[in-house]
């Protein structure tokens, strides 16, 4: 078996993951591109807050299976920071404001009749493999971190821009993040530097961070076929939502 990748190796095969980053998919460049139709940004606000109300729960899930209280202390910020903390507003409640600036009914995005069944599935995958992977995997497999500061600062810069139709106070949701993200960067890392320590354990990591990649990618592909293609699911039966909406199955 070959020697472990050295620490410094290690973090450059990670971040090397970022040409498979979803800012890549056709759907987030016409995104930033300003060639994105009011219903394609519309579909992407209320599909990916189904993503944003899940990262509570996938961080709630590394924090119950994870016995090092140093650890727990740090990572409960990420739980704050989206939930909001006692007399504060988190990430939620901003990305629903994102909602209401593109024009969306609050109440309709709460209730999730717009969320997609691939991109339901793509998230409650993420959520189900950090219930059951140990709390170090499930922590790593945040580190698409890496490239989120891109991706905010790529919105911030070229929305403004290219929709002047979405109300300006709906940013604050990617202002916000670029310094979590860059901080959540931090200490993600370097659990994943400190554990991986093994080839055959880095090469597990790397296929984690895939898989997080794919979770990402695969969302966007189902909002293509939906707002792009105009291929929602049983488009060739009825015009109806007629997916289930997330009921206890």
């Known amino acids: 078996m070959p020697d472990a990748l050295t620490p410094a190796e290690f973090e450059a095969a990670l971040r090397a993951k970022g040409d498979l980053y979803h800012i890549h998919h ?15 940004i519309q579909g992407w606000v209320a599909n990916r807050f189904y993503y944003q109300v899940n990262i509570p729960l996938k961080d709630a899930a590394i924090l119950a299976n ?13 739980i704050l920071d989206h939930d909001g903390e006692p007399g504060s507003e988190g990430g939620i409640e901003a990305w629903l404001r994102l ?7 609050r109440e309709q995005v709460l209730s ?18 950090a219930r059951r992977a140990s709390w170090q995997e499930a922590a790593s497999s945040s580190l698409t971190e890496l490239f ?6 790529s919105r911030l810069d070229a929305w403004p821009t290219h929709y002047p139709w979405i109300d300006p106070a709906g940013y604050e949701y990617f202002r916000t993040r670029l310094g979590q993200a860059r901080r959540d960067v931090e200490h ?3 659990i994943t530097l400190q554990h991986y320590t093994t080839w055959e354990s880095q090469q597990r990591m790397l296929e984690i961070l895939q898989f997080k990649l794919d979770i990402l990618w695969t969302m966007l592909d189902a ?8 291929r929602p699911p049983y488009h060739s039966v009825t015009a109806e939502r007629r997916w289930h909406r997330g009921i206890d199955l």
């Open 26 to 40: 056709p759907y987030h460049v016409a995104m930033y591109q300003g060639r994105a139709s009011r219903e394609q």
């Open 66 to 78: 994870c016995p090092d209280r140093e650890i727990r202390r740090e990572w409960v910020q990420r």
């Open 99 to 105: 909602a209401e600036a593109t024009g969306l009914d």
């Open 112 to 129: 999730q009749e717009l969320v997609l069944p691939g991109v339901r599935f793509a998230v409650d995958a993420y959520v189900n493999f």
């Open 148 to 153: 989120a500061p891109q991706i905010h600062q």
């Open 188 to 190: 993600g890392l370097q």
């Open 223 to 230: 909002m293509s076929m939906a707002y792009e293609l105009h």
